[in-house]
Structures are given as C-alpha cells and as structure tokens.
Nanobody, 117 residues
C-alpha cells in the first residue's frame, strides 16, 4: 500500500516562496511517475506539475511555468515543489500524486497553501 504525506504548506505573502515535500512509503518510488495537483476554493482539482520516473522529464501547467519547479530525490523517496513568485491565485490545497506501473493513482491528504495579497 502506497502512502503519500505532503508537508511544507503555509501562509505567505504574494511574491514569496514555499517548498512543498511529498514523502512516499513505497519500495518502488523510483519507478513511478509523480505529480502535484491543487484545488482552489470553489474549483475543481487541477494539474500543476509532473515528473517522470525514467528520465526525470518535467511538465508544468501554463499558470505556473517559470515560477514552480518540481523535483525528486529517489534516495529519499521524496518529491518536491519549489514555488516562487507566489500569487494570490496560487492559494489552494496541494496534493501529491503517484501513478504506479498499473496506472493506479495514489493521493496524499493535501497541504494548504495560502498566498495573501
């Protein structure tokens, strides 16, 4: 059973930075694609960023390109999301996602990010 635990959320002023972490309890962390999603108040969950297991290729939503950076440390079974130049519209609950080789999705419980203008 895969467990994902996010941390690093909080409240920050516009223009500030936060780094989210996602710790995964799986022996196969390094062979899974992973990503971050978010759900803003009153909105559907949306894709933020993803990173592949094989090459470490990354993909970002247009709204965060150039501001957010996704990365992973396979030795620590941890994925990160560095968020810079935060905007009020980045306020959301951020969720960690892992998709295994069977294309089964696992989700963390989410961490709240609040950006004040």
């Amino acid at each position: 059973q895969v467990q994902l635990v996010e941390s690093g959320g909080g409240m920050v002023q516009a223009g500030g930075s936060l780094r989210l972490s996602c710790a995964a309890s799986t022996r196969t962390f390094s062979s899974n694609n992973m990503g971050w999603y978010r759900r803003a108040p009153g909105k559907e969950r949306e894709f933020v960023a993803a990173i592949t297991w094989s090459s470490g290729s990354t993909n970002y939503a247009d709204s965060v390109k150039g501001r957010f950076t996704i990365s992973r440390d396979n030795a620590k079974n941890t994925m990160y999301l560095q968020m810079n130049s935060l905007k009020s519209e980045d306020t959301a609950i951020y969720f960690c996602n892992l998709r295994d080789r069977l294309l089964i999705d696992y989700w963390g419980q989410g961490t709240q990010v609040t950006v004040s203008s």
